[in-house]
């Protein structure tokens, strides 16, 4: 499986703007590059994806780099309901069944 | 219903018992994937089934671990003779399509299993 790094933990303050990096320096063409987030008790809940272009959807927005080497994960107005831990992941072919989840980083929202 | 349902939510079993885990995942769903999370850490992939084709189970962890998805719709993951070890929390995802780069999976809210 591709790997990805995300760092452990990042703090930010309610209405603020989060950018959560993750590095894929081994990703092959045919990678997308996902997010998927997990409130408390709660299953992964599925945030955005994308191949090569940045994306925009009503939870997020995803920037991705022009060697897609690494993406970023930007929550552009944080609000307490968002603390959760953010996984981002890669999925490649069609034999690629695992969606490897990792660590994930654990994003705290303060009042 | 419009999401993925799992039940027990919560199960508490003794030492060498037997479970099932039930995972009702979205009407006309055609992939579904179980997973295990231990407390603290990530998902780790199971199985996946393909309609009513178990197509990969290298994630279970030992042969007492069993799941089936025999008309392609409900599927049950079963434990034989429980260890501590398996207390966990396991999540069931589904998906319209077959696999693809940009398959999107809905999880249900898990089965937490607690083993004494």
């Known amino acids: 499986d591709a790997k990805t790094t995300q760092p452990n933990s990042m703090e930010s303050n309610e209405e603020e703007p989060v950018h959560l990096p993750c590095n894929h320096s081994?990703?092959?063409?045919?990678?997308?590059i996902h997010w998927y987030r997990q409130l408390p008790s709660q299953g992964p809940e599925y945030v955005i994806h994308?191949?090569?272009s940045n994306v925009n959807n009503r939870m997020a927005s995803l920037a991705i780099a022009e060697d897609r080497k690494s993406s970023t994960l930007i929550l552009h107005r944080a609000t307490l309901r968002d603390a959760a831990v953010y996984y981002c992941i890669l999925r490649g072919t069609t034999n690629d069944y695992k969606l490897s989840f990792g660590a994930g980083t654990t994003v705290t929202v303060r009042a | 219903g419009a999401g993925v349902s799992q039940s027990p939510r919560y199960k508490v079993a003794k030492r060498g018992q037997d479970v099932a885990l039930r995972c009702d995942p979205i009407s006309g769903h055609v992939s579904l994937f179980w997973y295990q999370q231990a407390l603290g850490q990530g998902p780790e992939f199971l199985t996946y089934?393909?309609?009513?084709?178990?197509?990969?189970k290298s994630g279970l962890p030992s042969d007492r671990f069993f799941a089936e998805r025999p008309e392609g719709s409900v599927s049950t993951l079963k434990i034989q003779r429980t260890q501590q070890e398996d207390s966990a929390v396991y999540l069931c995802?589904?998906?319209?399509?077959?696999?693809?780069?940009?398959?999107?999976?809905?999880f249900g809210a898990g089965s937490r299993l607690t083993v004494l």
């Open positions: 995802a589904s998906s319209l399509e077959e696999l693809s780069g940009a398959n999107v999976l809905t």
């Open positions: 089934f393909q309609n009513e084709a178990q197509l990969d």
């Open positions: 994308g191949l090569t």
């Open positions: 081994t990703i092959s063409g045919t990678d997308y």
